[in-house]
Nanobody, 123 residues
Framework: QVRLVESGGGLVQPGGSLRLSCVASGGAATFNAMYWYRQSPGKERELVATISRGGTTKIANSVKGRFTISRDTTENTATLTTAYLQMNNVKPEDTAVYYC????????????WGQGTQVTVSS
């Protein structure tokens, strides 16, 4: 049973930094791509960042220049099981529950979600 475990959330002051981690456990999982989403109360879930197994990344315009997504550099490009979200110069509007998502399989039918980690930006 593949599980995604997120960590690194918490309370941070505006302008500060946080690094979220998402690690797969349970089974010989490797994914085609991994994603970070966020959702704040009353808002739809928003795709924040994407990384493919080959290392291609994409960042939402709302966080471009402040957030980066990366992978475990000890893994080769045939394997993707871990993703990080580096959040710099955070703003109060970044407050949300951040979720890790991973998709795998030849037809991209494997779909896994983490439990979410709360990020609160406040002074």
């Amino acid at each position: 049973q593949v599980r995604l475990v997120e960590s690194g959330g918490g309370l941070v002051q505006p302008g500060g930094s946080l690094r979220l981690s998402c690690v797969a456990s349970g089974g010989a999982a490797t994914f085609n791509a991994m994603y970070w989403y966020r959702q704040s109360p009353g808002k739809e879930r928003e795709l924040v960042a994407t990384i493919s197994r080959g290392g291609t990344t994409k960042i939402a315009n709302s966080v471009k220049g402040r957030f980066t997504i990366s992978r475990d550099t000890t893994e080769n490009t045939a394997t993707l099981t871990t993703a990080y979200l580096q959040m710099n110069n955070v703003k109060p509007e970044d407050t949300a529950v951040y979720y890790c998502n991973a998709k795998g399989g030849i037809l991209w039918t494997e779909d896994y979600w983490g439990q979410g980690t709360q990020v609160t930006v406040s002074s």
